[in-house]
């Protein structure tokens, strides 16, 4: 009998109608390369082989791995990759063929650092569809001036459309968490001036919504300078959540150049 583990933040999807649901809005072709992070029990897995027999799973618990080597064979090829998702190389993973699309029911206790992990690789990847804890969806798509708009929503928004698509009650799941959750759609933009942005575009939003209560002229000292800031049209004494993410892309753009 396996059990959810708690130190891999593990709540086992069992609804029928929601994995379907889940299937259909992948809505996933023979051929195409699909990615599953954190399959589980195989729930969604063997779902989605019915209409691509070819996936790759990546899966940290050993004990899972064990049993989808055991069923995988029944439904396609099932490729496993045993390994912390945080570790996987998803560029090399795709190497010259079709971009990824990735899917996935992330443990909520990891969810942000693999969100910020795939941007890494958003080259690699064509799209994404993950079950996420509704505040964190609530968190990707909030718009400048909302109270929850923070550094995950402009790194998100920057590089990728974010679309919410519904939310998924606690009783869909085993164990029984205690929030509700949700799927979100990622779409990389496939920017190539944005992906060269994405360093000078971090070090400005850890420092900006580092210290949410402060100014920008104070959150960003040693970061951009007063002129920057006017340079883009936002002002000194404005605060982090009230700018939008073009004003943080054209910051640093300006700091790129004159770094």
Same mark, same amino acid.
């Given at each position: 009998? /396996?059990?959810?583990?708690?130190?891999? #933040?593990?709540?086992?999807?069992?609804?029928?109608?929601?994995?379907?649901? /889940?299937?259909?809005?992948?809505?996933?072709?023979?051929?195409?390369?699909?990615?599953?992070?954190?399959?589980?029990?195989?729930? @969604?897995?063997?779902?989605? @082989?019915?209409?691509?027999?070819?996936?790759?799973?990546?899966?940290?618990?050993?004990?899972?791995?064990?049993?989808?080597?055991?069923?995988?064979?029944? !439904? #396609? &090829?099932?490729? /496993?990759? +045993?390994?912390?998702?945080?570790?996987?190389?998803?560029?090399?993973?795709?190497?010259?063929?079709?971009?990824?699309?990735?899917?996935?029911?992330?443990?909520?206790?990891?969810?942000?650092?693999?969100?910020? !992990?795939?941007?890494?690789?958003?080259?690699? /990847? #064509?799209?994404?569809?993950?079950?996420?804890?509704?505040?964190?969806?609530?968190?990707?798509?909030?718009?400048?001036?909302?109270?929850?708009? #923070?550094?995950?929503?402009?790194?998100?928004?920057?590089?990728? &459309?974010?679309?919410?698509?519904?939310?998924?009650?606690?009783?869909?799941?085993?164990?029984?968490?205690?929030? +509700?959750?949700?799927?979100?759609?990622?779409?990389?933009?496939?920017?190539?001036?944005?992906?060269?942005?994405?360093?000078?575009? +971090?070090?400005?939003?850890?420092?900006?919504?580092?210290?949410?209560?402060?100014?920008?002229?104070?959150?960003?000292?040693?970061?951009?300078?007063? +002129?920057?800031?006017?340079?883009?049209?936002?002002?000194?004494?404005?605060?982090?959540?009230?700018?939008?993410?073009?004003?943080?892309?054209?910051?640093?753009?300006?700091?790129?150049?004159?770094?």
């Amino acid at each position: 009998m /396996i059990t959810a583990r708690k130190r891999f #933040g593990q709540n086992f999807l069992r609804d029928e109608r929601v994995i379907d649901r /889940i299937v259909r809005s992948i809505a996933p072709k023979p051929g195409e390369r699909l990615v599953e992070i954190g399959p589980g029990r195989g729930a @969604m897995t063997f779902q989605l @082989m019915r209409e691509n027999p070819q996936l790759t799973a990546i899966e940290i618990d050993r004990d899972l791995v064990s049993l989808l080597r055991e069923q995988g064979p029944q !439904h #396609g &090829e099932l490729t /496993i990759i +045993d390994a912390d998702v945080l570790t996987v190389d998803f560029t090399s993973l795709r190497g010259a063929g079709e971009r990824l699309r990735v899917v996935g029911n992330l443990p909520y206790n990891i969810s942000t650092p693999v969100l910020f !992990h795939l941007l890494d690789h958003q080259e690699a /990847i #064509g799209d994404m569809h993950f079950m996420l804890q509704r505040e964190v969806v609530e968190r990707m798509v909030a718009p400048p001036g909302d109270k929850i708009y #923070g550094r995950l929503s402009v790194a998100l928004q920057a590089q990728c &459309e974010v679309k919410r698509l519904f939310k998924v009650a606690p009783g869909s799941f085993w164990p029984v968490p205690k929030v +509700d959750s949700a799927i979100v759609k990622l779409t990389p933009r496939h920017n190539a001036e944005r992906m060269r942005l994405a360093a000078p575009l +971090d070090r400005i939003l850890r420092a900006a919504f580092g210290q949410r209560r402060k100014t920008l002229s104070n959150a960003l000292d040693g970061v951009a300078s007063h +002129d920057q800031l006017q340079a883009v049209g936002i002002a000194p004494s404005a605060r982090a959540e009230t700018i939008s993410v073009e004003r943080f892309l054209a910051l640093a753009a300006v700091i790129d150049i004159e770094n």
